[in-house]
């Protein structure tokens, strides 16, 4: 999320636990960057093999199939954003479409 504020993709956190506004829309070339080895959740491979089965994916799924945490889910999340497999949050049920 640091990353993504940084390059002026997303508003900075106002606090709280909500959606974050996003400035720019993802283009039909966008290029997702790759997540560094080290970076990458050792759940991140199956938790995007689920949600492509699924057609879409929420931390809450993310808990429960893989009994992690919220916020390790959260950080799934943002990666599985990052790598561009799920779109960005529509603010309002916490369930992401699968786009890649």
């Known amino acids: 999320m640091d990353q993504l504020e940084g390059r002026g993709v997303i508003a900075g956190s106002d606090?709280?636990?909500?959606?974050?506004?996003?400035?720019?829309?993802?283009?039909?070339d966008y290029e997702p960057e790759p997540l560094d080895e080290d970076e990458k959740d050792?759940?991140?491979?199956?938790?995007?093999?689920?949600?492509?089965?699924?057609g879409r994916i929420s931390c809450a799924m993310i808990q429960r199939r893989f009994r992690v945490g919220y916020g390790?889910?959260?950080?799934?999340?943002?990666?599985?954003?990052?790598?561009?497999?799920?779109g960005?949050?529509?603010?309002?049920?916490?369930v992401r479409e699968v786009v890649g």
């Open 42 to 54: 050792e759940h991140l491979e199956a938790v995007a093999a689920f949600a492509r089965d699924e």
């Open 88 to 94: 960005s949050s529509d603010g309002k049920s916490g």
């Open 72 to 86: 390790r889910a959260a950080r799934i999340m943002d990666q599985l954003e990052q790598v561009g497999v799920v």
């Open 15 to 28: 606090g709280t636990n909500r959606p974050r506004r996003v400035f720019e829309a993802r283009s039909k």
